[in-house]
Structures are given as structure tokens and as C-alpha cells.
């Protein structure tokens, strides 16, 4: 790919971006669509639509005017479609990942389409369908070619243009486009072709499409609200999604109105949780995950016969403070090998042991196999506790990052499984981060890196996979393959309380 271009259109502009040239041609192109024209009849094109495929990135990056209220003098937007060329609309794949690289650099960055006008004098009200107007993006924007364009804000509908304070409007202005450069270098390092490895199987898992399904189930059958006690699944866009369509979630039942319809979440309760709110509303639905349940019965076994129950697993996770209210004076939590080398148990002939269901398979079997040492009685589960979705995400992952150069997990922070997948994929020797989705990508990662893997956690909805596609042949032809390691078929039966 050639190297990238960047049009300013006035000389002011120009001399603010003039240091990215040392990583990019810096272009003034004039202002206005008949200047490009002009431009684009001579003998060194700005930009030949006509190229082949493999033509130069473009950015187009200069000062505009602000079309809606909320947008201020020095801030910055991200065009996500150009609208006003020849072309009619194009749509800008790379926006959300150009956004946060300013953002990171403190940046008031605003995303959404960008019309280019003929003229300076043309209505402002023939442009309120979008956050800003500029007069050359459109005829710059290259047909086959990675694209971008930024803008920073000198005039709104609450200081417009032919005002006295439009000179220093100005100047912040071309500060804050200046401010623009090392994100505008970062995009423009990132171009280039890729190939994309997606692990198999990824993203939902059977327990958490029953959870999700609960809720919404739930929502049907009783109406808005429903009260989830704690994030039904560990995914903030699923959260976000449930509340709004009705759901309410809260870290206590206490805080359920009495009579309300109220959901555990897929991690599990202690007794003492259903107790309480058995107490306060007669309509009480289980979302637990029956592979959390089936730890719960262990634990009970386990405590019934008198032994001390190691509970391997993190001690702030929500499904190991459920679990472990199960026999909360019989379960120690073992979460780490130092742990398993000091633990002292009441009666060292009467253990046993039980994992959290999203721990990483290794390092959970590396904590059992000092507890079996150290305590040769120790009983084990029937079954292994971590959950299949997990081992299976775990092999895809550890799979794909032997051949890429670097691995991209989408999950929330607070999600066990995914935070394991990016551990496992770092053990692997790659560069492995965690996202939410693709606005939490930085550009710096993917400069010099042809060769990707993504995957998702468990509690990753599919669809922020397809949005990190699509966001990365913003940058570049992007070829998709996926490799399967296996199919999954399970499926859980919903609460009786939602059918």
C-alpha cells in the first residue's frame, strides 16, 4: 500500500499538521470544491479515484463548522460517512478506532456523518442532518483507498461564523487540530492489509443465551421492571441493552421493591440471598447457570460428609461468594498456588475440592495438583467444574495465537472467562488485550501487524465481532477465516417461572 496522504485545505491548516510528514505527505489542497477540481485536472492529481486498489490511504483533516448544539468551539469530529460528493454517501469503517486514538490523547471528540457544501454562504439548515460541514472531504474521499476524516470545530449555531470572537474560535480551533497529529500518524501506521484468524466456538455460551433469554423472557411475560440482582451476565452492552428495554439491575435485594419480579443472575446466589428474597416477593426467578448450580450441589455433598471444601476460584467473583455461601463455615477459597501451599484445613484426612467455572483450565489444574500433593484423600468433582464453553474458548484461543501476531478478546473487565482468554493467549507468546468493543482498540497495536486473531468471551455478544471486522477494513482489505476447533450443541431449558 502506498504511503498515506494528508489533505489540508488552507495553509493555516497545513502548518499545523506540517510534522506528519515525516510519516506522511502532507498535501494543502485549497479550500473549496472548485480548488480540488482544479487541482484534480492538473498535472499531479490530489487524488485519482480511477487508481488501483492498493492507492494511498487518505486523511482529510482541517477545520469546520459545527451543525448541532452540543458541539463546541475546539472540539473534534470523526466523520463516520461523508456525505455531499459525487459518490453520494461514504461511509468511513475506521471511525470509532480514530475517535478513541484522540480521545486517548484528551481530545473532545464527537462521531457521526459530515456533509461537504459548495460555499461558505451555503444554509446552514440544509445541513442539520449532520454534525458537521466542511467544503472538500467529499471530492477527496478515494474510491478504494483507506479513509478518514477530522475536523475540529471553529464556528456552531451558538457562535456562528461572522461573529467578532470567529478569530480566536479560530485559533482554538487550529490548537485543537494540531493536538490531532500523533492520532492522525497512529491511523495512518495502522493501514494495510490483514488477515483475520477467528477462533471457534466464541462468544455466547449456553448459560449465558438462558440468562440473557430469562430476562427478556421475563420481560414479556410480566412487563417492565424487572429487577436482576447483580449484571445478569458480565457484559456491559448486554446490561446496557436489558435496561433499556426494562430491566433493573441492583446489588441487593433489598432494594427490590416488595412484589416485583426479581431475576438472579447466571453466577448464583447463597442460600441466605434466596431466603431474603423469598421474603420479599413471591415472584423470584433463576437464572443460574445450571453448571454454577452443579458446583453448588457439589459443595453441599461435600459439606454433609464433614469435609473441608478447597474452593478454587477468585474471592471477589460473584459466583464464588454464591458458592461459597452454600457451607460458608466448611469452604476455604483457594485462589492461587501460595494459597494451596499454606491452606490449613480443620481435618487434613476430610477434603475435598471445587473450581469456579471460568477459571483457566492450567493454572486451576496447576492449584489441584498441590492440594492432591499436599492432601493425598482429596476428593474430586465427578465431573471437571470448569464449564465446557470455557475449556473450548480457552483451546480455540490458545490455537489461533500460535499463528498471529496478535490476539484481541472482546469482553468486559469484569468478565472471569474473558480476562482468562487474553492470559492464555499471552502464554502463547502473543500480544493478547482485552476489549469492550472496537472503540477500546488502539491504533498502535495494530501498526506493523498483518496477521490478527479475535475472539470473544462467553458473555461477548457475536455481533461486537462483526463491528471489529468492519472497523478494521476501515483500514485496509481484511481477509476473515475462522477456525473451528469444535462445534458446540448444548442448550439449557429456561426457568419454569418464563415459559
Known sequence: MSRPVLFTPLRVEH??????????????????????????????PLNNPAEPAECAPVIVAGLAGGQVRGIRPGDVVVASEVRGGQAGTVEIPSAPLLAAALRRIGLTVHVGPVRSVPGIAWKIAEAADVLA??????????????????????????HPLWHPGTL???????????????????????????????????SFCAGVARAIDTVEAALRRYGPPVYVRHQIVHNAHVVRD????????????????????????????APTVRAGAAARTPTVIDATCPLVTKVHTEIRRYARRGNTVFLIGHPDHEEVQGSRGEAPE????????????????????????????????????????????????????????ICYATTNRQRAVRAI?????????????????SVRLVE????????????????????????????????????????????????????????????????????FALPKEVI
Open 15 to 44: 502548518a499545523a499538521l506540517r510534522g506528519a510528514a515525516r510519516s506522511m505527505r502532507v498535501v494543502r489542497t485549497g479550500m473549496g470544491p472548485r480548488r480540488i477540481q482544479q487541482a484534480q485536472r492538473g498535472r499531479r
Open 133 to 158: 460541514v466542511d467544503m472538500e472531504s467529499a471530492q477527496l474521499a478515494p474510491a478504494r483507498a483507506p479513509f478518514a476524516v477530522v475536523r475540529a470545530i471553529v464556528d456552531t449555531p451558538d
Open 168 to 202: 480566536r474560535r479560530g485559533i482554538t480551533g487550529l490548537r485543537a487540530l494540531k493536538a490531532c497529529q500523533p492520532a492522525l500518524e497512529a491511523w495512518a501506521a495502522a493501514t494495510g492489509p490483514r488477515d483475520v484468524l477467528l477462533a471457534a466456538p466464541r
Open 242 to 269: 436489558l435496561q433499556n428495554r426494562g430491566a433493573v439491575f441492583v446489588d441487593d435485594v433489598e432494594a427490590v421493591p416488595e412484589g416485583s419480579v426479581l431475576v438472579f443472575s447466571a453466577h448464583g446466589v
Open 330 to 385: 466448611d469452604v476455604i477459597v483457594v485462589p492461587d498456588i501460595e494459597t494451596a501451599l499454606q491452606v490449613r484445613p480443620k481435618d487434613p484426612e476430610q477434603v475435598a475440592y471445587t473450581m469456579q467455572t471460568t477459571l483457566a483450565v492450567d493454572e486451576a489444574e496447576q492449584i489441584a495438583a498441590v492440594l492432591r500433593e499436599r492432601f493425598p484423600t482429596l476428593s474430586a468433582p465427578r465431573t471437571d467444574d
Open 401 to 417: 495465537a500460535r499463528e498471529v501476531d496478535l490476539v484481541l478478546v472482546v469482553g468486559s473487565p469484569n468478565s472471569s472467562n
Open 424 to 491: 492464555v493467549a499471552q502464554r502463547e507468546g502473543v500480544p493478547a488485550y482485552l476489549i469492550d468493543d472496537c472503540s477500546e482498540i488502539d491504533l498502535h497495536w495494530l501498526a506493523g501487524r498483518q496477521r490478527l486473531g479475535i475472539t470473544a468471551g462467553a458473555s461477548a455478544p457475536p455481533h461486537l465481532v462483526d463491528e471489529i471486522l468492519h472497523c478494521l477494513g476501515g483500514l485496509g482489505p481484511v481477509t476473515a477465516k475462522e477456525s473451528q476447533l469444535i462445534d458446540e450443541d448444548v442448550t
